[in-house]
């Protein structure tokens, strides 16, 4: 089955600075990269995605890349802000669009 | 849209009782739906997929007669925890996907499930 990796568990950055988190995953029949964000207590909220045959996607100050040769996805946030603080999850998934969960990261914006 | 609801919120149950958690899809048809369970600080794993008018399919390591899954319509599943124990005390989502959609998860508020 799929095995998704995600670093850093916990990343703290200076508001006004970019946050990065990386993904990798081994089931190269995945074809569906969501991102969500999840803050305490709350629903994971779906906050961009991509599919196979895109290597980017940009929305707004959120930024996707993906490099499927080498099996891994990248979630880029710039300019962050305080309510960007939350754990984020990256996903892949294909074909009966069952996701497999990397662990999660705690992203700390400071102000 | 794309508004997914579970009830209920929090459940505080005795050793040995059922509880029965409901996942419903408010503003969409959902011809699947997943339950997950997330430990605190953990990721989400994935239980069971839940498809309307057939039998679920379990992850490996789930019981399926522990772990009750009904999907009987195109907006509601649900969940029923069978003789629980507090290892079974955790937070319980659900998610859905829009029936004819591009496959993108919404998830439900969760149900956070206490065993004493």
């Known amino acids: 089955g799929e095995n998704v990796e995600q670093h850093p568990s916990t990343l703290s950055v200076q508001e006004g600075d970019s946050a990065v988190i990386k993904c990798t995953y081994s089931d190269s029949a995945s074809n569906y990269f969501p991102w969500y964000k999840q803050e305490l207590g709350k629903r994971p909220q779906l906050i961009i995605d991509i599919r196979s045959n895109v290597g980017e996607k940009k929305d707004q100050r959120i930024a996707v890349t993906l490099n499927k040769t080498a099996k891994h996805f990248s979630l880029h946030i710039t300019e962050t802000q305080p309510e960007d603080s939350a754990v984020y999850f990256c996903?892949?998934?294909?074909?009966?669009?069952?996701?497999?969960f990397g662990k999660g990261t705690k992203l700390s914006v400071i102000p | 849209g794309a508004v997914v609801s579970q009830h209920p919120s929090r459940v505080i149950c005795k050793s040995g009782t059922s509880v029965k958690i409901e996942c419903r899809s408010l503003?969409?048809?959902?011809?699947?739906m997943f339950w997950y369970r997330q430990f605190p600080k953990q990721s989400l794993m994935l239980m069971a997929t839940s498809n309307e008018g057939s039998k679920a399919t379990y992850e490996q390591g789930v019981e399926k007669d522990k772990f009750l899954i009904n999907h009987a319509s195109l907006t509601l599943s649900t969940l029923t925890v069978t003789s629980a124990h507090p290892e079974d005390s955790s937070f319980y989502i659900c998610s859905a996907i829009l029936a004819g959609g591009r496959g993108t998860q919404y998830f439900g508020p969760g149900t956070r499930l206490t065993v004493l």
């Open positions: 503003d969409f048809q959902a011809t699947t």
């Open positions: 996903a892949a998934g294909a074909g009966s669009y069952q996701l497999t």
